[in-house]
C-alpha cells in the first residue's frame, strides 16, 4: 500500500507511503482516488494528506514516463480531490515537488514545515506541469509569480510561498496544525479554481520570453509552459486543463524530455556504489598543496562544507598569494550574498596558509593542486607522505599526469587517489574520481564522500591522458582547429557550438581559460604525439605573438578594456597564413558541417573511452561533459545525443570523413559494434577499470 488511511474523529487522514521520495506512479495515484471515495463515503468534516518520512512527495514518477500513460491520470485524481464536497488539506514537510505540489494545489488548503520547499521542477525533465499546475496556480500567485516559478523550475521555501499566497500557514508541525484547523475557517478558504482568473500581462510575458531566450536557449518546455499558462488565463478551468494534458503529453514523449530524464537518471545514479563497503576517512581537515586559482577555489569549497583548511605553499610570496586568492572568493561570495558575515569569520577562522608541513600533521586528506610536473608532482607527494598520518588519503588534482606514477613517490601507492576538480572549484559541479591502478577502496569511498560533502557529482575515471573529460575537449579542440586550418574562422566555430546548445564555443572557452595552459600541454605531449598525426600549429602561433586569452586582453578574440570580445581579424589572416604555408586550398564549411566534425570527434573518442574502461558507463561520460564541459544537458549529454543519431549512422559518417584523414577518423571498435548488433552506447558497460 503506497497511500494509508485512518479516521481520527470526522478527519481523515491520508498519508503517500512511497519510500524513498514518494513519487507519484500508478498505485500512489489510485490509492489517493480510493481515499476520496473512502473519504466521501465515510463522511469526513475534512481530510489531511501528507507524506511519510518527512517528505511530501517529490512527484510524478519518472520511471513510468517511457510508458504510456495508465489510468488512474493524476489530472483526475486531482480533480477528484478539487471537487470533492470535503475540504482537504495538504500538510507538507520535506518537498511538495511537480504532481507534489499540483496535490497542494488540488487541496483547498495548504500548511507548510518552515523548511520544506514547493516547487515545479518539470521544466527540468523537459515537461510542463501536467496535473493543473499551469492552471490552478496563476488563480493563487498571478501570472508573473507563475511564470517565474514554472519556466525556472526553481522550487520556493515557506516563507516565500507564504509571502506571495501560495500557502495558508507555516508551521513546525504541519499535521498537527491541520488536525488544529478551525472547520469553519477551512470553510471560508476560496479554492483556487473559483478565484478570478489572473489578469494578463503581455509585457512580463514578453520580458519572460525574451529571459528564457536567454537562458534556456533551445529548451523547449519553458516557452510551452508559458504558451498553455497564456491560454489558461481566457478558458474555464476544465478546458485550461485538457490544453494544459496535452501539451504534457505531447512533451513527455519528445527527444528533449527523453534526454533530460536521462541526465536526471544519470545524477542520481553518480554516487558510491552499494558494492563498495569500505569506510572513507572522517573529513574534518584538509590539507591542500598549492594556493593558485584551483588550489583557493578548492580550499573555498571546503571551508563551505564546514572543513577546516590548510593551504601548504613553497614560501612567503605563496603564502600571501594564498592568503589573498582565498579571502577574494570568501569577500566576493560575502558581497553576491551567497554567505552571511557570521559564515565568512568562520570560513576565515577555519583556513590557514602555511610553508610549514608540520600544521598538517592531524589532517585525513591532502589534495595537491601544485603545477602540472611530474617531478614537482613526486617531491609534493614524498613530503605529504612524511607530514600526514599513515593512513591520510594523499590525493591529486592533475588534469592530465599519470596517476600511477606520481602514486609510485609513496611507499603506499593505495592511498593516493586523482581528485580533478574543474575551474572554478568552488563553483563547477564535476569532480572526476581517478581510480589508479592501486587505489584502495578507502580512497575510493573517501573521494564519494568528498564529493557528497561537496554536493558535487562524482565521476569515477582510470587513468589515461586527460582522463574522460580533457581527453574528450582534445579531440574537440583538435577538429575545431582542423576546420580553423583548412577553412573557417573561431567566430564561425564558436557560433555553430553556440547554435547546438553550449553557452559558449570552443575559442571563447578557450581564451577563458587561457590558451598557455594548452600549450604547454602540447609541448608535454610533443616526445609521445603520433608523427601520423596531423599537427595544427596556430594556436603555437598565437602563444608566440602573447596571444594567451582574457588575461592578456587578446586571445582568439581581442578584449578592448577588459569589456565584452570583438573578432580579430588577425586570428583570421594567421590560418589563412598556415594554411598557404601547408598549401591547403581553404574551404567553406556550414555550421552544420562544423558541428558535426566536432561532435562526432568527440563521440568517437568516448566511445573508446567507455571501450577502454576509462569510464564505467556512458551516462558517466555525460555527466562529465554537461557537469564539466557545457554540453547541453536538454541533448542528453553526449553519448545520449550519439545514441539519439544512431551508431551505425555516426560510423558512416566517420567513414566518409576517414577518406579525408583515416587517422584522426578512425572509427571507434565500440561504435563499429553497436552498429553492427544494433547497441545503444548508453547500454554499454565500460571495461579495462570497470569490468568485473
Ligand atoms: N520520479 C522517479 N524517481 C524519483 C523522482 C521522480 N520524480 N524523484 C526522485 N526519484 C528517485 C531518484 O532517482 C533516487 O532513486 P535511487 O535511490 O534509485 O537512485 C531517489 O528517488 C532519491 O532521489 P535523490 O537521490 O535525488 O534524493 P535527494 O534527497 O538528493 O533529492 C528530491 C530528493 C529533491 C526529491 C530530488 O530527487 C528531486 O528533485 N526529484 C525530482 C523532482 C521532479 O523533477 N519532479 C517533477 C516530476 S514530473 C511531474 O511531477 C509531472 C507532473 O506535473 C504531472
Redesign the pocket.
Known sequence: MTVTTRREGNVGYVELDNP??N???LSVRSGLLEAVYWAEKENLERVIVSGKGG?FA????????DSAPVEPH??DVLNAIDESHIPWIAAIE??A??????IALACRMRIMAPKA?IG???V??G???????TQRLPHLIGLANSVNMITT?K?LGAQQALEIGLIHEVDEEPIESAFMVNSEALGCIVPARDLPPAAHDAEAMAAARERLQAKSAGQIAPLRAIEVIEQGLALPLEEGLAIERQA?LEL?SSEQAKALRHM??S???A?APASLTAKPVALEHVAIVGGGTMGSGIAYALLNAGLKVTILENDNDGVERANNNVESIISASLKRGMINDAAATEHRERFTATTDYAQVSNATLAIEAAYESMEVKREVFAALEKALPADAILSSNTSYLDLNEIASSVTDPSRVIGLHFFAPAHIMKLLEIVRGEQTSDTALATGYALAKILRKIPVVVGVCDGFVGNRILARYREAADTILMDGSTPWEIDEAMVEFGYAMGPYAAQDLSGLDIAHANRRRQDSTRDPARRYIPIADRMVELGKLGRKTGAGWYRYPGGAGRVEDPIVADLAIEEAHFAGIKRVDYTADEIRERLLLAMINEAADILDEGIAASASDIDLVAVAGYGFPRWRGGLMGYADSIGASSIVGKLEQLAKEDAVVWKVSPLLQSCATDGLLLCDVQGGGTFSA
Open positions: 524513498p521520495v513519487a507519484i506512479g517528505m517529490a512527484g510524478a514518477d519518472a520511471k513510468e514516463f493524476l489530472p520535506g518537498v515537488l511537480g504532481g507534489g505540489a499540483e520547499k515545479f521542477p518539470e527540468t525533465l515537461v510542463i506541469p501536467g496535473a493543473g499546475g523550475g522550487p504534457f513527455r536526471f537518471f545524477e542520481r545514479a554516487k
